[in-house]
């Protein structure tokens, strides 16, 4: 009877693998399907496409081209890249440095402190664009690197992040490390950041996609093309795509490229960033 019930077993376990990789496929396809779509419509000539056809019977490049040169997206796609490169790192730095203090330094006020740091998340994004913008402007720092990435160089969501996983690490970690005469700057440079790398590499994916992905900010402190980001240069593809409606399509797909490269680089600092502080212990 035990024999029997092995192979028995063993096509339950077949059929629920099945039914798993089915469900991912199914999701999968899901997803992907609006993404292939608009891949397609940009490689459609102009009078085709709004047609229904999955796989078009004529395929063009020249609308690429077009979209690269109308748009300016070479200036603006390396704008938002010297933008998002500058905002991940201070981002980084200020969360780990900030989250260490909160997590592992003891000082009087720290949990309140935390806290009312911590509550400015709750503080929406356009209740703070006016002020933020004539602060920019009483610097001078309209048209400009400064003014697009300063506002920006701190995060309490960062800060909370790292705070959690930095109360993973034992205790006993830093009082050995007291004890062996290293300071908190050394600690943090070849324990603590080391053993939270994951977390970090996290941090600084959500950092640079939301930097890259940002719109409102940009066309409040810039007036001038040269420091537009690359939703500038989507919204000029706009204004000029009346009789091409691909140019549009086609500027999106371009200004998405880093963003896929990004994700499939990064994937795994992603997934392991996220899970790396769901358990204390």
Not at 88 to 112: C, D, H, K, M
Not at 271 to 276: E, F, I, N
Request: no cysteine; charged share 15%; proline share 5%.
């Amino acid at each position: 009877m035990a024999t029997s019930a092995v192979p028995a077993m063993n096509r339950v376990t077949g059929w629920r693998a099945v039914g798993r990789y089915g469900l991912l496929i199914a999701l999968s396809a899901l997803v992907l399907f609006p993404i292939y779509t608009t891949v397609i419509a940009a490689f459609k000539p102009a009078d085709k496409v709004l047609d229904n056809r999955l796989v078009p019977d004529s395929f063009t490049l020249d609308i690429f081209r077009d979209a690269w040169t109308e748009g300016r997206l070479g200036r603006f796609l390396l704008n938002s890249l010297v933008v998002a490169v500058v905002v991940t790192v201070a981002q980084v730095i200020t969360s780990v440095l900030s989250a260490y203090s909160f997590s592992l330094i003891e000082f009087p006020g720290r949990n309140v402190l935390f806290l009312l740091f911590l509550a400015t998340l709750l503080v929406p994004l356009e209740a703070t664009l006016v002020v933020n913008r004539q602060t920019i402007d009483s610097l001078g720092w309209l048209n400009s690197y400064q003014g697009l990435a300063v506002p920006f160089l701190a995060t309490a969501f960062g800060t909370f992040l790292m705070r959690q996983v930095f109360l993973t690490l034992p205790r006993d970690m830093r009082d050995a490390a007291t004890i062996d005469g290293v300071g908190h700057l050394g600690f943090l440079r070849h324990v603590a950041v080391p053993l939270v790398r994951p977390t970090i590499g996290a941090l600084a994916l959500f950092s640079f996609l939301s930097t890259w992905n940002m719109y409102l900010w940009p066309t409040l402190v810039t007036t001038e093309e040269d420091f537009g980001t690359v939703q500038s240069g989507l919204k000029l593809l706009k204004s000029r795509a009346l009789d091409t409606p691909n140019l549009v399509i086609a500027g999106t797909v371009i200004a998405a490229i880093p963003i896929f490269l990004v994700l499939l680089i990064f994937q795994r600092q992603l997934v392991r960033g996220l899970t790396a502080g769901a358990v204390k212990g």
